[in-house]
């Protein structure tokens, strides 16, 4: 409704009046700050002897129908964590945001068929399992560890499974939070039905665990004698989020405040994370991404060249099943870049790319062999 209009409905044979009303409050006080906001309000009007049928009934079935047109007409919000020297101030917030408008779907998604339709599984029982998790008494939420080579999808996995769940999504730069607190207020202020990603979650944690205690003993040491420019500031004084922060963050006292989470963490090397990080119960279920096979392939083609199949596929195929690359690699070997290609003209162009990592890689294994002679006597 717009300001000052007015609407009449009508529910169960009475009839009741809305009204879109705007009040100024006064300014009682010169200030820098500009003038607070208008306060914006509604007022029903009905007879009073439908009075106990708009308490009992009437409010409720607006709120229901509130809700509903929200879900219809919402948008998907991107939101990134900005830096706590800009959390105060007038209408500062920890947050900011941008339309979420990713085109990625599980359907575009370069997988195996079998796992993609697990993950699909999965996100379905998490998203209808309210009850469950109030009766086995664990808090509404859930942990995904992504890891693989670079190029294999991450990412598009996540906006995929926003795009599939119809949430938020909360992308945490940890390496901007000074310590635990900050990553506390950071948490209290998500919504529900929202996924929290933090990416590259190994190389965030090496800036408060290993490499900062090194660069501590240098300096205990007098290692570095460099003056510091004008304005810098020690890398301990940025950040000093600890690991058991992290993990009262998944799945502490804090972790059940809200609902309906997901907690998504991405890495290029899984190795490289500590155990307590990643274990059941915080990460509750790892995906593995790697490099392109056959199957993540025909999903490519048909989205890329809109053919299924081809025969260049067996060529293709057993061209896969030696060399390594990754769906990303192939996405840009498979996209269109002029006017004169067409779908063979791609197809022969992946073919040629897939022939020369062969041969890379054969060269590298050439490199890398050692020569063995047997002496006999």
């Given at each position: 409704?717009?300001?000052?209009?007015?609407?009449?409905?009508?529910?169960?044979?009475?009839?009741?009046?809305?009204?879109?009303?705007?009040?100024?409050?006064?300014?009682?006080?010169?200030?820098?700050?500009?003038?607070?906001?208008?306060?914006?309000y509604y007022r029903l009007t009905f007879h009073r002897r439908h009075r106990e049928l708009v308490v009992g009934s009437y409010l409720a079935h607006v709120l229901r129908e509130?809700?509903?047109?929200?879900?219809?007409?919402?948008?998907?919000?991107?939101?990134?964590?900005?830096?706590?020297?800009?959390?105060?101030g007038y209408k500062r917030t920890v947050w900011s945001h941008i339309v979420f408008e990713h085109p990625s779907t599980f359907d575009t998604?370069?997988?195996?068929?079998g796992k993609k339709r697990e993950l699909m599984d999965d996100l379905i029982a998490f998203r209808n399992g309210k009850e469950y998790y109030a009766?086995?008494?664990?808090?509404?939420?859930?942990?995904?560890?992504?890891?693989?080579?670079p190029g294999t999808g991450k990412s598009t996995m996540i906006a995929a499974i926003a795009n599939f769940l119809d949430y938020d999504v909360y992308d945490l730069e940890l390496t901007s939070v000074k310590n635990n607190s900050e990553l506390r207020k950071l948490f209290i202020e998500t919504t529900s039905k929202s996924i929290i990603v933090i990416e590259d979650i190994d190389c965030s944690l090496d800036l408060t665990g290993k490499r900062m205690r090194t660069k501590t003993k240098k300096e205990d040491e007098g290692g570095d004698d460099k003056p510091k420019l004008p304005g810098e500031k020690e890398d301990k004084e940025k950040s000093k989020v600890t690991l058991s922060g992290l993990l009262n963050f998944i799945d502490g006292l804090w972790s059940a405040c809200g609902g309906e989470r997901l907690i998504i963490f991405t890495t290029n090397h899984v190795e490289k994370l500590d155990p307590a990080?990643?274990?059941?119960?915080?990460?509750?279920?790892?995906?593995?991404?790697?490099?392109?096979?056959?199957?993540?392939f025909m999903v490519l083609a048909n989205s890329y060249l809109g053919i299924d199949p081809?025969?260049?596929?067996?060529?293709?195929?057993?061209?896969?099943?030696?060399?390594?690359?990754?769906?990303?690699?192939?996405?840009?070997?498979?996209?269109?870049?002029?006017?004169?290609?067409?779908?063979?003209?791609?197809?022969?162009?992946?073919?040629?790319?897939?022939e020369m990592a062969r041969g890379a890689t054969a060269k590298v294994d050439e490199g890398s062999g050692v020569d063995e002679t047997v002496e006999s006597e």
């Open positions: 409704m717009d300001e000052h209009e007015e609407v009449t409905d009508e529910f169960e044979g009475a009839k009741l009046w809305w009204a879109s009303v705007s009040r100024s409050p006064p300014s009682q006080s010169i200030s820098w700050y500009p003038p607070p906001d208008s306060r914006r509130g809700r509903e047109v929200g879900l219809q007409k919402r948008q998907r919000k991107l939101y990134t964590n900005n830096p706590s020297d800009n959390w105060y998604l370069a997988m195996d068929p009766k086995i008494g664990k808090a509404w939420k859930r942990g995904y560890l992504l890891y693989g080579p990080l990643i274990r059941r119960g915080r990460m509750d279920k790892h995906v593995e991404l790697s490099y392109c096979n056959f199957e993540a081809h025969p260049l596929f067996d060529t293709i195929k057993g061209l896969m099943e030696e060399v390594k690359m990754t769906p990303a690699d192939v996405a840009e070997t498979l996209m269109h870049k002029s006017a004169k290609d067409d779908a063979v003209s791609r197809l022969e162009d992946l073919i040629q790319a897939l």
